[in-house]
Nanobody, 117 residues
Framework: QVQLVESGGGLVQAGGSLRLSCAVS????????LGWFRQAPGKEREFVAR????????NYGDSVKGRFTISKDKVKKTVDLQMNSLKPEDTAVYYC??????????WGQGTQVTVSS
């Protein structure tokens, strides 16, 4: 089975940058999707970005377009999220997830991102 482990979260000032990494273990097929989600206390889980393992499909949530970039490295077996121009409203726990179809059924433990004003 696929296992996911996030890292790279931390505290940053508004306007700063962070790079999150999701380490992938286990077998994975090229057309499967890996994505980033985030959730703040008292709020619903929000889609951030996704990418297929073969790189053919990339999509971003409206709130992060132009600021965040998702990428993957098949050698290192990671899915990364470069976050630039961070805003206080980006503060949340960020989760890596995977789906072979439609349900996001594999999740990492999450990493906290806090953006101060």
């Amino acid at each position: 089975q696929v296992q996911l482990v996030e890292s790279g979260g931390g505290l940053v000032q508004a306007g700063g940058s962070l790079r999150l990494s999701c380490a992938v273990s286990g077998g994975i097929v090229g057309w499967w999707l890996l994505g980033w989600f985030r959730q703040a206390p008292g709020k619903e889980r929000e889609f951030v970005a996704r990418i297929s393992w073969n790189g053919n499909n990339i999509n971003y949530g409206d709130s992060v377009k132009g600021r965040f970039t998702i990428s993957k490295d098949k050698v290192k077996k990671t899915v990364d999220l470069q976050m630039n121009s961070l805003k206080p409203e980006d503060t949340a726990v960020y989760y890596c997830a995977m789906t072979p179809a439609t349900k996001w059924d594999s999740w990492g433990q999450g990493t906290q991102v806090t953006v101060s004003s």
